[in-house]
């Protein structure tokens, strides 16, 4: 058995709208990652099986390669791609799913058509202070993912019977991705025992792995021996590390979207290092990933200089100037936050 989290309330209320409604659209946060991607597809699965059959998944903007073997992720509507017909879908929604963001500037050009849309609108969401947008609002930031939460969500409206395998493969990857292969943000025992139950749903965890996690291009693994070799930067006393890239340097290792994702991790195999910054050059902006390990808030430091947010470990924001602005911005915030005394930190705020 596992804990009963999710309000019963809001699971009735959400259920209602489940049962009732005829039109779903299941919306995720810009530049998907594999949570977005999995926890939406796996409620996707789980309506089609219910038996809904006007269900689609809207995501702002192209997510990567890696992803695009998922069930279902073929028929994900690109909202960059077809602006039109991703917005009058959420137009005519009965039901619209928001998850895996708290706030509508996380999906960006999404935001206009999601806000002004009639449609009964359910949060599903794992991210601290969501803002006020939804009719049901599941925001539950001690969840690994909100794919675990779309699982839990399931299992309580009673009908787990309707989550098939593609479901549990696409729960599995989100699990899987916003837990760095659960290796952090991932010590409570029922995250393992809901694995097991996706396991027995016929999913092929260590394949599911593999398809993910090892299907670089030679390029994207050159690229990461560059970084590491010349373009890490460590500052031992705050026991920080950098990592940029310029436009000019992905072009050099033929970047497509995702080839990046993890280099910003990689510094925090270094012992004593547990701060982690990587600035990369965007087409319009500069995207800054940032991680830490233990108690260092890095998405105060992402919400302080980067005007961003996200997880104590994981978060993430963004900078519009140069990379050596951005650089700047940085170095003169590892000044201001000691990353080993967050109790300086709750003094600036
Ligand atoms: P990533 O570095 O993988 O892009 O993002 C890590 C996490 O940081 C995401 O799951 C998300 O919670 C958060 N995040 C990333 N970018 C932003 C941003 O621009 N604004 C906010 N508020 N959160 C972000
Ligand atoms: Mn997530």
Redesign the pocket.
């Known amino acids: 058995m596992i804990t009963k989290i999710i309000q019963e309330e809001k699971i009735q209320k959400a259920k209602k709208y489940v049962e009732k409604g005829e039109s779903f659209v299941i919306v995720t946060h810009v530049?998907p990652?594999g949570d977005a991607l999995g926890s939406s597809l796996g409620l996707y699965h789980f309506l089609t099986a219910y038996g809904k059959d006007n269900v689609t998944v809207v995501v702002p903007n192209e997510f990567p390669q890696f992803y695009k073997w998922m069930p279902g992720a073929k028929d994900i509507v690109i909202h960059e791609k077809y602006p039109e017909f991703a917005e009058q879908l959420i137009g005519e929604a009965d039901v619209i799913f928001c998850l895996d963001f708290n706030e509508p500037k996380?999906i960006e050009k999404l935001a206009p058509a999601v806000l002004a849309a009639e449609g009964r609108k359910v949060l599903i969401d794992h991210?601290l202070d969501p803002a006020d947008f939804c009719r049901v609002e599941m925001s539950y930031p001690q969840m690994s993912s909100t794919s675990e939460m779309i699982f839990r969500f399931i299992c309580r409206m009673g009908i787990f019977d309707l989550m098939n395998q593609e479901a549990a493969a696409c729960i599995y990857t989100g699990m899987m991705t916003d837990t760095g292969a659960f290796t952090y943000n991932s010590n409570k025992p029922e995250v393992y025992v809901i694995i097991s139950e996706l396991i027995k749903k016929g999913i092929d965890k260590d394949l599911i792995y593999r398809k993910v996690f090892q299907v670089y291009s030679e390029a994207r693994l050159r690229m990461q021996g560059y970084v590491l070799y010349e373009k890490m930067k460590t500052y031992p006393e705050k026991h920080a590390a950098l990592i940029t890239l310029s436009k000019e340097e992905l072009g050099r290792f033929n970047y497509v979207t995702g080839d990046t994702e993890g280099f910003?991790n990689m510094p925090l195999n270094i012992e004593g290092v547990s701060f982690s910054v990587f600035i990369r050059e965007d087409k319009d902006y500069i995207k800054v990933?940032?991680r830490s390990v233990g108690d260092f808030p890095c998405n105060q430091f992402?919400s302080r200089y980067f005007n961003?947010?996200?997880?104590k470990n994981?978060?993430?924001?963004?900078f519009h100037g140069t990379l050596d602005e951005a650089i700047a911005v940085f170095e003169k915030g590892l000044k201001e936050f000691n990353p080993n005394k967050t109790e300086e930190i709750e003094k600036l705020i």
Request: aromatic share 0%; glycine share 30%; proline share 0%.
């Open positions: 530049t990652d996380r991210h910003v990933s940032l992402a961003g947010g996200g997880h994981a978060s993430g924001g963004e």
